[in-house]
């Protein structure tokens, strides 16, 4: 069987690494249209429990990750210049660059040579291939040409982002929530290396608006966040990397294959980043799609199972993204609450945490939550 991955990101690599180690008999060709060295963005996290997923199944990239992780137990949330901490709540991140440069050293050890600063736009570029993995993000060239087929279906959330880095070390995945003349902004940020963390600066449309974005350069935009976030960066600076504000786009296929073409991560499905699944869903849909494959001859009958399998977990996962992303749409609204409701809306927001899990996962929190939560009780009887 002939191979040709199109994408060089986590899902392409990790589906080309664990298909050569186990059958290395196979022709495999991975196509990637930047070089080595590229990537946009700065940090990706894993929670405790999709690494513990990942290592059932690719125990090797786990080992090869893990020393180059940064990792913490808590969610801090910062607003009106209060804070506090959720407990029990585990997760590592690493540099989006580091991931990809270790799991492109796995793919040239299997034998792979990828082919860098090549461009897939047409299936007539793939003639010759029993099998075309289409793993070329959300953008995909590949997709484009068949979405009819596909059932592709693409939304955008309304507010807008920019994804920065900072000098800045954060102890914790934190949460900072300010309200400015203009607007609110929020920022997701964490250390993902020992002198660097993600700054990723989230504002409704309406702010973006009045704060006159669309008319500023990158420099300019990036000089009003360090403003807008100076007591949080503490005098140090934003750091771009393509950092242009975005909507966040929803991409979903109804069909995940078509012919002898299949889709693996961004290019079948996104999954918002406040919930920080994309790459664990990338690469868990490589392995699903190898386990397809390894257990029929036919591609056509793999395919269909791969599908069948893997779907009813991604739009489970992905309908938790869009709950998510909707509590952030309307987060200028929650920041009227007082620090404790408002942290307790923010933790259950995906709709998969209940307060009996919350007491076993947070005790320390929920003691607080559930000491407030009566002390206002108390309060609303004597009508206070």
């Not at 059958?23 to 930047?34: K, S, Y």
Request: hydrophobic content about 40%; charged content about 25%.
């Amino acid at each position: 069987m002939r191979i040709a991955v199109v994408g060089g990101g986590p899902a392409g690599l990790s589906f080309a690494c664990l298909w050569k180690k186990r059958h290395p008999e196979t022709g495999i060709d991975l196509f990637e249209q930047n070089e080595a060295g590229a990537t946009w963005g700065f940090g990706v996290v894993f929670s405790d429990q999709a690494l513990e997923f990942l290592r059932a199944d690719d125990p090797e990239t786990v080992d090869a990750i893990t020393p180059r992780m940064e990792s913490w137990s808590n969610i801090t949330l910062n607003l009106r210049g209060e804070s506090v901490e959720i407990d029990g709540v585990g997760f590592s991140s690493i540099g989006r660059l580091d991931l990809l440069t270790i799991l492109q050293q796995r793919i040239r050890d299997v034998g792979i040579a990828p082919r860098y600063g090549t461009q897939v736009l047409s299936m007539d570029q793939l003639g010759g291939y029993d099998l075309v993995v289409a793993a070329d993000g959300l953008n995909s060239q590949l997709r484009r040409q068949f979405e009819g087929d596909f059932g592709t279906g693409i939304s955008y959330s309304s507010n807008k982002f920019a994804w920065y880095g900072t000098t800045k070390r954060f102890p914790t995945l934190s949460q900072t929530f300010v309200a400015t003349p203009l607007g609110t902004f929020n920022a997701h940020h964490y250390r993902y290396a020992p002198a660097m963390s993600t700054f990723l600066v989230e504002c409704d449309r309406a702010t973006w608006q009045r704060y006159g974005f669309a008319d500023k350069t990158p420099d300019e935009s990036r000089a009003i966040c360090e403003q807008v976030f100076a007591d949080v960066l503490d005098g140090h600076p934003l750091v771009s990397n393509k950092s242009v504000w975005r909507n966040f786009p929803w991409i979903w296929n109804e069909r995940w294959s078509f012919g002898n073409i299949v889709l693996i991560g961004d290019a079948l499905h996104s999954a918002h980043f406040s919930i920080g699944s994309g790459t664990r869903l990338a690469m868990e849909d490589a392995i699903a799609l190898v386990k397809a494959l390894e257990e029929v001859p036919d591609i056509a009958v793999a395919l269909a199972r791969y599908e069948a399998g893997r779907k009813p977990v991604v739009r489970k996962l992905v309908a938790a993204a869009r709950a998510s992303a909707d509590w952030y749409e309307r987060f200028p609204d929650h920041m009227k609450l007082g620090l404790m409701d408002f942290a307790h809306s923010y933790i259950t927001r995906s709709g998969r945490i209940s307060d009996d899990r919350l007491r076993t996962m947070a005790p320390r929190f929920m003691a607080r939550y559930d000491a407030h939560a009566n002390g206002t009780a108390r309060q609303r009887s004597r009508g206070e």
